[in-house]
């Protein structure tokens, strides 16, 4: 596998069966022909150009997004992308999402998707070209309407001047929708930007403060039933039969179903619902599922990472070399499930009408749902049109290959022949869905020669595939889920090593797994930093030195490394009381480092003050952006390491709702201080790469507090029992 191409994969976002796809910025007859039909009624737009852009006749630009607006700021950031080369207000421009099309299909993974912090860069050239293409279309049809040569054009917030002539885009929008498409055309020049590199504050926050901004937990409509689903209490468990009359008698129920996955009843409203299926009485066939079991798993990982899996890696002779190491170091770390946990729990709505479906819900691949839904209904994929609304979260839970939650709906309206229902899942429901982040054990043992540097280095990882089963399971090569070993393969850490040896197990049960925000990266730093760590005390070295020492050929990581460190002062004094940790990792094509500074509560409990990051991301289009997603990375990051954990017993999941799945509040927040490294290097994604350092950044700092190793999460339960 290339570097390229192992870069690509180990983004953890999907890729289908390898292909690739190149681009271009379509034509304006061809796809200015297309877009109203595809986009819907374009408040009187003269000029499509592309299917990114349209410009109407009362000078409204008009932006539509080939990728999902979950929080992470790409409404604003795609935006800027099309202003800087279309020369208007940014801040003017009104966005939509995109439907399911073709021209929306990512441009390296083949499929419309939001994943793989993935799509600034990936949209980076293609809204650019956009926004150049059309502007060169209206400077022609200024140049023909002012009687001057194109060259003699300016453009400037949205209007076209030449000497003392001038006309804004609206009025030239139809003549420039005349014109023939033109073929590359020159983008700005770096040194010319406006928007690009500089801060500009979210698009989407308005209409977020004053509600406009719509979720799919928002949409009503007239005649709507809303449905909720009683779900097998264990995964793989099948209805046997089902009582539904006191749920019938409930008022404002007007239908119980069974469907595959559970008996949803549809009523009036949600509380009615809710209160329908409280009163159902149904007996499962639970099945094998049953047996699962969070601590009998974890003893049955410990005895597979006994012995050598799959290879996943492998260098020399690493059993030779291990026994010629002057010292060596052997850890285990474990890793629970772990829910997505959004703000907003899942829910779409449906209407069939006239031979047409059309849905709205807030997904990350919604072409993937256009096509399931179409199977379940027995429509063709093109008489249906998803709408995809803004996202209350999402991180990887709204892309899932089965498209789970869209068919789920689709059964329903299916079953009961309604022509509009909204599917809602309670926070019970998110909480004990499914899909979770695997549960993953690491065992590590490293050599040390007389220096106190790694020279052998044998690690095994045990956890459920994310690809196995699914429609992308061709990308398991050689047995290998790339997201299971990300983070360590390919870590400079375990590259420099000569005599090396990363083996897999990819054991199965009934618990439905997922790609989690970060993917693979959500365990791999832990066990990478938090052990490089350990090698560091072992060598009697200060860990920032040991980090600098073996990274030397690594400058990317070594940039994040030492900003962070500068700003965060490492080395110098802290009030009494307070420890640090660090930690570095490469993810998505990012560098992040993170500098974490705790102390202890009474009961021994970590309380985080301060994290100083620093990051390499090569461009940071909008840097206010790219702050605003470390951050909230960290704070991610921060639920994960002190709380996070999903267990089962008997096949149920144990936890339900916020009391008993925690995610971090705003006294778990600490002080943030972003740093963004001046790079030139390749763009990488700024969504995902601020969770996986800091767990490890927090475990190092309570080994500087206390002496004690934190190496089973999370933090604040079972590993201060470590």
């Given at each position: 596998m290339n570097a390229g191409r192992r870069n690509f994969l180990k983004t953890g976002a999907v890729l289908t069966s390898g292909l690739l796809i190149s681009f271009s910025v379509p034509g304006a007859k061809k796809l200015g022909a297309a877009a109203p039909s595809m986009l819907g009624p374009q408040s009187g737009a003269a000029f499509a150009p592309n299917a990114y852009l349209n410009i109407t006749a009362d000078n409204e630009v008009l932006v539509y997004l080939a990728h999902a607006e979950m929080g992470q700021g790409i409404w604003t950031t795609l935006?800027?992308?099309?202003?800087?080369?279309?020369?208007?207000?940014?801040?003017?421009?009104?966005?939509?999402?995109?439907?399911?099309?073709?021209?929306?299909?990512?441009?390296?993974?083949?499929?419309?998707?939001?994943?793989?912090?993935?799509?600034?860069?990936?949209?980076?050239?293609?809204?650019?070209?956009?926004?150049?293409?059309?502007?060169?279309?209206?400077?022609?049809?200024a140049a023909q309407k002012f009687g001057v040569n194109p060259a003699d054009c300016k453009t400037e917030n949205g209007v076209v001047t030449a000497g003392d002539k001038s006309a804004t885009y609206g009025e030239l929008a139809t003549a420039a929708a005349a014109l023939p498409a033109p073929g590359d055309v020159p983008l700005k020049d770096p040194k010319n930007w406006k928007y690009i590199g500089k801060g500009?504050?979210?698009?989407?926050?308005?209409?977020?403060?004053?509600?406009?901004?719509?979720?799919?937990?928002?949409?009503?409509?007239?005649?709507?039933?809303t449905a909720v689903v009683l779900h097998a209490p264990v995964f793989g468990a099948k209805v046997?039969?089902?009582?539904?009359?006191?749920?019938?008698?409930?008022?404002?129920?007007?239908?119980?179903?069974?469907?595959?996955?559970?008996v949803a009843v549809l009523a009036d409203n949600y509380w009615a619902a809710k209160k329908g299926r409280a009163a159902l009485k149904v007996d499962w066939d639970l099945g094998s599922g049953v047996k699962v079991d969070s601590a009998t798993m974890l003893a049955e990982y410990r005895q597979l990472a006994q012995k050598p899996g799959t290879q996943a890696g492998k260098a020399g002779d690493v059993d030779s070399a291990m026994s010629k190491a002057v010292k060596t170091v052997e850890a285990e770390y474990t890793f629970p499930y772990l829910a997505h946990a959004a703000m907003e729990p899942l829910n779409v709505t449906i209407q069939l009408k006239d031979g047409k479906c059309e849905i709205w819900t807030g997904t990350q691949m919604p072409g993937l749902d256009q096509g399931a839904a179409a199977k379940v209904l027995g429509l063709k994929p093109d008489q249906i049109r998803v709408n995809t609304v803004f996202l209350g979260g999402g991180f990887g839970r709204r892309a899932t290959p089965a498209s789970d939650f869209?068919?789920?709906?689709?059964?329903?309206?299916?079953?009961?022949?309604?022509?509009?229902?909204?599917?809602?899942w309670s926070r019970e429901d998110d909480v004990r869905g499914g899909y979770y982040r695997p549960a993953f054990l690491h065992k590590i043992t490293a050599g040390l020669n007389a220096q106190g540097l790694p020279i052998a280095w044998k690690h095994t990882i045990v956890g459920q595939s994310i690809m196995d089963g699914t429609l992308f399971a061709s990308m398991i090569k050689d047995g290998i889920d790339a997201a299971s070993v990300e983070g360590v393969v390919d870590s400079p850490y375990v590259e420099a090593i000569p005599d090396r040896l990363v083996t897999l197990h990819s054991p199965k049960n009934e618990v439905p797994v997922l790609w989690w925000r970060s993917v693979g990266h959500t365990h791999t730093a832990m066990a990478m930093e938090a052990m490089i760590d350990e090698l560091a005390?072992?060598?009697?070295?200060?860990?920032?030195?040991?980090?600098?020492?073996?990274?030397?050929?690594?400058?990317?990581?070594?940039?994040?490394?030492?900003?962070?460190?500068?700003?965060?002062?490492?080395?110098?004094?802290?009030p009494a009381g307070r420890f640090r940790g660090i930690a570095v990792h490469e993810s998505f094509l990012s560098y992040v480092a993170h500098v974490a500074e705790i102390s202890l509560n009474e009961d021994g409990t970590i309380k985080i003050h301060r994290v100083v990051s620093a990051i390499d991301c090569g461009l940071a289009v909008n840097p206010d952006g790219v702050k605003a997603q470390i951050e909230s990375g960290i704070n991610f990051g921060v639920a994960a390491a002190l709380h996070g954990e999903i267990t089962l017993e008997k096949g149920r999941v144990k936890q339900g709702n916020f009391n008993d799945y925690v995610v971090a509040r705003m006294f778990d927040t600490p002080d943030i201080e972003v740093h963004i490294v001046e790079s030139t290097s390749k763009m990488g994604g700024v969504g995902e790469p601020g969770v996986p350092p800091v767990a490890p950044a927090i475990a190092n700092a309570y080994f500087a507090a206390?002496?004690?190793?934190l190496r089973h999460m999370p933090f604040n339960k079972a590993g201060l029992s470590a």
């Open positions: 935006s800027m992308m099309i202003a800087e080369e279309l020369d208007v207000d940014v801040n003017k421009m009104v966005v939509q999402h995109g439907d399911a099309w073709q021209p929306y299909n990512h441009t390296m993974f083949g499929i419309q998707i939001t994943g793989g912090s993935s799509t600034t860069w990936s949209e980076f050239d293609r809204y650019r070209k956009a926004g150049a293409t059309a502007r060169a279309l209206l400077v022609q049809a500009v504050k979210r698009l989407d926050t308005p209409a977020k403060i004053n509600g406009t901004a719509k979720f799919g937990m928002d949409m009503q409509f007239p005649g709507m039933l046997k039969t089902v009582d539904a009359a006191k749920a019938k008698a409930i008022p404002g129920v007007r239908q119980v179903v069974q469907i595959p996955t559970g869209v068919v789920e709906a689709a059964e329903i309206v299916k079953a009961s022949g309604k022509p509009l229902v909204k599917m809602v005390h072992a060598a009697g070295k200060d860990p920032l030195a040991y980090r600098q020492e073996l990274l030397k050929s690594s400058p990317r990581h070594l940039a994040a490394l030492n900003l962070a460190a500068e700003k965060a002062g490492w080395g110098k004094p802290l206390t002496g004690k190793r």
